[in-house]
């Protein structure tokens, strides 16, 4: 386990068993009220300047099956989530998803009663912008997902996770360098 400033790396094999992570969230430093597992992404880099030049459906199926093998995951298990981490994701995911059903049912709604109205070509444009809102969605729902709330992710070879400017509750609580 390293302890660069601000940074803290975790062996997986301890993140993926139960009861090894500290009882505060690495945010907040308060004391966590649910324990959750998930599953953590690598970031992946992908060359931009390439991409661009090779166009084709070939060399784009390529470059899916080289994210798909440079991704890596690890199993969170009980993470610690404060109140505040709780409360943060509740608000965000209610958020994206009013964007989303509500954007949705407008989209559908208006279209339906366009289609059986007469004069009612403006609903054409409610539709419109309510299907606009849809990938919207994916914002507030980016904000609540718990590799945001927590800081971590897992590193490029997948053997630990990565955890940025955890809070001191929650770096004093770490299992010791081994
Ligand atoms: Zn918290």
């Given at each position: 386990?390293?302890?660069?400033?601000?940074?803290?790396?975790?062996?997986?094999?301890?993140?993926?068993?139960?009861?090894?992570?500290?009882?505060?969230?690495?945010?907040?430093?308060?004391?966590?009220?649910?324990?959750?597992?998930?599953?953590?992404?690598?970031?992946?880099?992908?060359?931009?300047?390439?991409?661009?030049?090779?166009?084709?459906?070939?060399?784009?199926?390529?470059?899916?099956?080289?994210?798909?093998?440079?991704?890596?995951?690890?199993?969170?298990?009980?993470?610690?989530?404060?109140?505040k981490c709780t409360n943060t994701r509740a608000l965000w995911?209610?958020?994206?998803?009013?964007?989303?059903?509500?954007?949705?049912?407008?989209?559908?709604?208006?279209?339906?009663?366009?289609?059986?109205?007469?004069?009612?070509?403006?609903?054409?444009?409610?539709?419109?912008?309510?299907?606009?809102?849809?990938?919207?969605?994916?914002?507030?729902?980016?904000l609540g997902?718990?590799?945001?709330l927590?800081?971590?992710?897992?590193?490029?070879?997948?053997?630990?996770?990565?955890?940025?400017?955890?809070?001191?509750?929650?770096?004093?609580?770490?299992?010791?360098?081994?």
């Amino acid at each position: 386990m390293s302890r660069l400033p601000g940074v803290v790396t975790l062996p997986a094999d301890i993140v993926g068993q139960p009861g090894n992570l500290p009882r505060h969230c690495s945010r907040h430093g308060l004391p966590a009220i649910r324990r959750q597992d998930f599953v953590l992404q690598s970031k992946v880099k992908i060359e931009g300047n390439r991409a661009l030049l090779q166009s084709n459906v070939i060399g784009m199926s390529e470059r899916l099956s080289d994210f798909g093998k440079k991704v890596r995951t690890a199993d969170v298990k009980g993470w610690p989530l404060c109140r505040k981490c709780t409360n943060t994701r509740a608000l965000w995911l209610a958020v994206a998803s009013v964007m989303f059903f509500g954007g949705l049912a407008t989209f559908v709604g208006s279209l339906v009663v366009a289609a059986v109205a007469d004069d009612m070509q403006w609903l054409g444009g409610v539709a419109f912008a309510a299907f606009a809102l849809l990938p919207l969605a994916a914002f507030p729902f980016s904000l609540g997902s718990l590799p945001r709330l927590t800081g971590a992710r897992t590193s490029p070879d997948g053997a630990s996770v990565i955890i940025e400017k955890p809070s001191q509750a929650f770096a004093a609580e770490l299992p010791p360098a081994q």
